[in-house]
């Protein structure tokens, strides 16, 4: 199809076979209802989300409450120092149980309903009145696990049985993240922010995977791209995960509007680790600190970004990672929502449909060809 003609609604399919040459996936996989729900239970309902790290569950009764559509899962520590995830609904007439997203409880998780009351292993504990009940067994009502794993230090929960366990998915990433993030099992969580996005989640994936905007689009993205050596940016894909990495800019004295000296950094790079489908991993280059950056669907055309800010635990947070971090929140990111929200307005125009990859191995630090691979891994998660 050429991109001068608008994109036919009962077309959705997508010859990916040439992505120097060829089409970019059609507009309407940005928000057409239909796609979105084929993306909803053949990604969503079967990849791995990031509750948080570990060190967030160091006591018993800490629990983070992790939202998958209408999906709801509380995920606990026990008296044992043991991390379970559970269906965050009461057994009896099916209440939610946690509301908040975080948070600490003494014994039980209580439902405020009838006040059915669990144990931290799922257990139930105590149900007022069944006592009266004839074949009533606590056993029979315990909480309905989830599938949860430990990788790398982090804890993901996954609603799918048969989903590939996720130390194979993410495979020799856990290397390039320590050499990255000395840090990393030794962190605890400063700030979490939540940002609703009127666009697709994946226009918020693929403009963060290319840097080809990086010394075009915006002045924040200018001062970003001045502290690494840009020539030497590169983006490096590993069938379900995925780095774009920069070198420092040696010669920079300052950095967010502070000086470097006498501050601590988890790495001088800019450093990031992607995740199938929607978690990366990152540090901004000269800050002391762990960022991850999720990207979860709402709707076709709305998304909420929920970005954990990680720092060492028992060391004074830099006044440069402070003000990277409030860089991030006010300039960076607002920036990049603007683009974000412009480009899922634009690809509704007839005068779209597709657009052209740049693919360029002379322009490795600016080529779109990671773009191309997480569209292609997207495409064939929901036709193939």
Known sequence: MGTDQPFSQTDLTWDY???VNGPTIPAPFFYDPSIFAEEKERIFM???HLVGHVNEFNEPGKYIVQDIFEQSIVVTTDKSGDIHAWHNVCRHRGNRLMTERRGVVGGVLRCKYHSWCYNLDGALRAAPRTEHL????KEDHSLKKVRLEIFAGWVYITLDNDAQPISELAADSEKILHRFLPDMDNVELLEETDFIVDANWKVIQ???IEGYHFDLSGPVHKDLAALIDFKDYRLTAFDKWWTYTGPPNTEVSH???KPLEGATWQTDWFFNLGLWPNTTFYSFPYTD??????MIPLAPEKSLLRFGYYVPKG???????KAAIAWMNTQLGPEDIELNVTNQKGLHSFGFGSGRYLIDENLPNQSEHLVFHFHKLCYQAIRE
């Open 134 to 137: 004839s074949n009533f067994s």
């Open 17 to 19: 076979s040439d992505p």
């Open 46 to 48: 079967k990849c791995w």
């Open 206 to 208: 693929e403009n963060s």
């Open 289 to 294: 600190m762990i960022g991850t950056f999720i």
């Open 315 to 321: 060391r004074e947070v830099p006044d440069v990672t």
């Open 255 to 257: 950095a967010y509007g």
